[in-house]
T-cell receptor, first 110, second 113 residues
């Protein structure tokens, strides 16, 4: 059975801190790994990672995939209160099915 | 920016009744999905749909569930005889091509009484 595990489950930081969110996966017919940010409603897409060792960046967010260790991390530097959300990672199979982790709840205090 | 839209945002139904959840995927997307999230639990895959047929379904997606793309824009999930345990947030997602990310709608909160 496919499995994705995220850690930590929750994280409380202050504005300006840097955070690292972890995601390990065991997904049959693995194709890629996706990171989403979920605030009140729809998960919104952050990154799609297909190749090992290639960092993807978007502003203060970055992410990398290790296909040998079956692991990905999401980094957020200089956190802001607007970064408070649930961060989800999901393994994607070749048929497109997403297997989600349980999410990391990030709370950023002013 | 194009988005996936879902209606209604909240549906309350009596146990045993049929319910249809509606989704309008992004217009040129080819792959369509339903997921659900029971309160406090992970988002779970239900079904994927491509080229007018189901390409994969989970164990949750039993005979009580069906999907349809009745026209060129809508994608529906029907639950024939709802149970209390069907109460969840249901998300629709779509993607353009096989190596593109899925984009999600805001979800329909289904409450079974």
């Amino acid at each position: 059975e496919d499995k994705v595990v995220q850690s930590p489950l929750s994280l409380v930081v202050h504005e300006g801190d840097t955070v690292t969110l972890n995601c390990s996966y065991e997904v049959t017919n693995f194709r890629s790994l996706l990171w989403y940010k979920q605030e009140k409603k729809a998960p919104t897409f952050l990154f799609m990672l297909t190749s090992s060792g290639i960092e993807k960046k978007s502003g203060r967010l970055s992410s990398i995939l290790d296909k040998k260790e079956l692991f990905s991390i999401l980094n957020i530097t200089a956190t802001q209160t607007g970064d408070s959300a649930v961060y989800l990672c999901a393994g994607v199979t070749s048929y497109g099915k997403l297997t989600f982790g349980q999410g990391t709840i990030l709370t950023v205090h002013p | 920016e194009p988005e996936v839209t879902q209606t209604p945002s909240h549906q309350v139904t009596q146990m045993g009744q049929e319910v249809i959840l509606r989704c309008v995927p992004i217009s040129n997307h080819l792959y369509f999905y339903w997921y659900r999230q029971i309160l406090g639990q992970k988002v779970e895959f239900l079904v994927s749909f491509y080229n007018n047929e189901i390409s994969e379904k989970s164990e949750i997606f039993d005979d009580q569930f069906s999907v349809e793309r009745p026209d060129g824009s809508n994608f529906t999930l029907k639950i024939r005889s709802t149970k209390l345990e069907d109460s969840a947030m249901y998300f629709c997602a779509s993607r353009l091509e096989a190596d593109q990310p899925q984009h999600f709608g805001d979800g329909t909160r289904l409450s079974i009484l």
